[in-house]
């Protein structure tokens, strides 16, 4: 498909495509972000650049990369990027919310349902069906990201030194981050060819020239008084509601708690929210206790049905926690008002992020010293990813662990005496649909389902 009729290129004063347009091909792809990152910029590169021609391959790259860098779901903010291209600053806003919207919804309704029914006998077999499947998928992000990104030694010890920093260590996650971002640095500088990233100039894709040529330059041109009416407004948007709450519910409740810790967390996401799951998990389960490592695994298994970024299981970490400590409000607005106060401190940096620094990046191309750093933090993420496998697999095929404690280590070890043997067999099933016989997520989350609830309702022990 080539640009639609009655549309002109690009020009300084007005949109590339008919805003109701744009804001229409938005909603649907936001219907479609199943998958993960991979998946979801699978749909923008179908829709914008192949069949559309909004966007040429280059500049769909060169947007990529820079999202890359960046804190926060790469591929909602990809989408923020291009919005930006197409329709300027509304187009940026609406892309990005779309993207979000559906994702947000179902996972609130799917939170309320788990809070609702989940002691129920059906229920929890199901989730306890979910939770192995988990397992398997993390395995599988472990193999996807460190079969493109670990390409030399170097770069594998990178991804070692991570998982080892986390695992054994318990190094914090953005210490670990920056340690790796500023070493490739370093050693891109000594020795260029070790840590070398894309520059994101491949061959554009075949087809109709696109409505936004690869070479040209936004209009929207980089200045100061521009960059910090972005920033003022974006850290208004972002803070202000956590300031509201904090001064009607105080800063020690569960709420102003939340707002502040997932405002930092929106910040040091690097590498995309397996990366950064982690972390999430031992503050939000060991540290405030709003919920339990179990409840994590499956909030986790839920997000991975819902559309949008997988970050957004953080909602669910949210609903849980207030819904349990609410404070004088009613357990269930405290969920809702707790969900969609996180989702906003979330991803509204990431509109900060993008909106402020998409003038600059649209007038620098191919940067050499960026694109060390990115594949530095990519190679780590391998390993921090690992770490969350381990983090999970230790939680879902035992019963109870045991933290080690001795110097600078810090472990945590199942007790093998408290093995679940439907689980094992769980995981290892979904594992084998995902590696060899390469079933979607989706279809291997639901025989996973149908496992848990057929030994729930069978008896089965260790389910």
Not at 230 to 252: D, E, N, Y
């Amino acid at each position: 498909m080539g640009p639609a009729a009655g549309m002109t290129r690009a020009t300084p004063d007005r949109d590339v495509v008919p805003f109701r347009q744009a804001v229409r091909a938005w909603f649907a792809i936001s219907l479609q972000t199943f998958g993960g990152p991979a998946g979801q910029i699978a749909v923008m590169q179908r829709h914008l650049v192949d069949e559309r021609r909004w966007i040429g391959q280059n500049r769909f790259l060169h947007a990529l990369n820079y999202c890359m860098l960046l804190p926060g779901p790469e591929a909602q903010q990809l989408a923020i990027y291009v919005g930006w291209l197409l329709n300027g600053m509304r187009g940026g806003l609406v892309a990005g919310t779309l993207f979000v919207l559906p994702g947000m919804v179902a996972l609130l309704a799917l939170s309320a349902v788990y809070v609702g029914f989940g002691d129920t006998t059906v229920v929890a077999a199901l989730f306890a069906g979910l939770a192995p499947a988990v397992v398997a998928i993390v395995a599988q992000a472990v193999w996807r990201v460190g079969s493109r990104a670990l390409t030399n030694p170097v770069l594998i010890g990178f991804a070692v030194a991570a998982f080892l920093a986390l695992a054994i260590f318990g190094l914090p996650f953005p210490v670990v981050i920056a340690v790796a971002a500023v070493t490739a640095w370093l050693v891109h500088r000594r020795w260029p060819q070790l840590v070398v990233g894309g520059n994101g100039n491949s061959k554009a894709a075949d087809g109709p020239e696109p409505l936004i040529a690869d070479d040209a330059l936004h209009h929207d041109r980089p200045s100061a008084r521009r960059a910090a009416t972005v920033l003022i407004a974006g850290l208004l948007a972002w803070l202000l509601p956590v300031a509201v709450v904090a001064a009607t519910t105080g800063v020690g409740s569960v709420y102003t708690q939340q707002g502040l810790f997932f405002s930092g967390t929106a910040v040091v996401t690097f590498g995309g929210a397996y990366a950064v799951l982690a972390f999430v998990a031992q503050r939000a389960v060991e540290h405030y206790a709003w919920l339990s490592a179990g409840d994590m695994i499956r909030g986790l298994a839920l997000a991975e049905t819902t559309p949008g970024p997988l970050i957004m299981v953080v909602q669910f970490v949210a609903f849980l926690g207030a819904y349990h400590n609410p404070g004088p409000l009613d357990p269930w607005a405290a969920g809702v008002l707790a969900s969609l106060l996180t989702t906003w401190v979330t991803f509204v940096p990431c509109f900060l992020f993008i909106l402020l620094g998409a003038p600059y990046v649209e007038r620098l191309r191919g940067n050499r010293s960026l694109s060390a750093a990115l594949t530095g933090i990519t190679a780590a993420v391998v390993g921090v990813i690992a770490n969350l496998g381990l983090y999970f697999a230790v939680h879902t095929l035992f019963r109870e662990t045991t933290t080690v404690t001795t110097g600078p280590l810090n472990l945590q070890l199942p007790q093998p005496d408290t093995v679940r043997p439907v689980p094992i067999v769980i995981a290892l099933i979904a594992a084998t649909l995902i590696f060899k016989v390469k079933w979607p997520v989706l279809r291997v989350l639901g025989v996973c389902a149908v496992l848990g609830l057929a030994a729930g309702l069978l008896g089965l022990p260790g389910i």
